[in-house]
């Protein structure tokens, strides 16, 4: 990747599912660290540590699944359907999904939530008109965390898919 950087290909390299000890790892041996890490992320799994791990590096995090892949094969409707976020969306008259969204903008890290529905695209980009209060934050960040979506059910068995999906 460096090369295809080199040599104009490339505008910028990126990463998805590195660990802190990945990133370590190849920011030993790397001449160009990696711009964007693109990782699970979202109310119920908040990744706190690696993205702390990523600002001191200046690496952008990327959350993926950002409204727990409800309806696809690999996610469920734990962050949807959970109702301490739904408490939260009636009180800011807004949407579960707009409040994980917010919620996302807020920590500082880019998204890419996933939708076939055009009024569903529409609803996910209105969130940048209004916030989410400290208290909003302080319940959000007391759910319980978990990570959702196992790469081996995105990507099938693979060995190398394990040993990601018990470092993550
Ligand atoms: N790098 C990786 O290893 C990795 C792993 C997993 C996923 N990803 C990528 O991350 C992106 C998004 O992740 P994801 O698809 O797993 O999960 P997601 O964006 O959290 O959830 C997608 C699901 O949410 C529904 N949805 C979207 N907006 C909604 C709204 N406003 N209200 C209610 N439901 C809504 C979608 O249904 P509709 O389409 O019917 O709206 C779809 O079923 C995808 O581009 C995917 O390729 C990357």
Same mark, same amino acid.
């Given at each position: 990747m460096e090369e295809c950087q080199r040599l104009g290909l490339a505008k910028a390299i990126g990463v998805s599912n590195f660990s802190p000890n990945k990133l370590q790892e190849l920011l030993q041996h790397a001449h160009v660290p990696p711009a964007v890490n693109q990782v699970e992320m979202n109310p119920m799994w908040q990744q706190r540590q690696l993205r702390d791990f990523c600002k001191r590096k200046g690496i952008q995090v &990327? @959350?993926? /699944?950002?409204?727990?892949? /409800?309806? &696809? +094969?690999?996610?469920?409707?734990? $962050?949807?359907?959970?109702?301490?976020?739904?408490? $939260? @969306?009636?009180? +800011?008259?807004? &949407? !579960? @999904?707009? !409040?994980?969204?917010r919620w996302a903008y807020q920590q500082g !890290? /880019?998204? !890419?939530p996933k939708s076939f529905n055009r009024k569903r695209m529409e609803e996910n980009l209105q969130i940048f008109d209004w916030?989410? &209060?400290?208290?909003?934050? @302080?319940? $959000?960040?007391?759910?319980?965390? +978990?990570k959702g979506v196992l790469l081996r059910d995105v990507l099938g068995p693979h060995d190398l898919v394990k040993e990601i999906d018990m470092e993550a």
């Open positions: &990327t @959350a993926y /699944s950002p409204l727990g892949a /409800s309806n &696809t +094969r690999w996610g469920d409707d734990r $962050i949807l359907g959970c109702s301490s976020l739904q408490e $939260i @969306a009636n009180e +800011r008259r807004k &949407t !579960v @999904a707009q !409040v994980c969204l !890290v /880019s998204m !890419v916030s989410l &209060t400290k208290d909003d934050l @302080a319940k $959000i960040s007391n759910l319980p965390q +978990r």
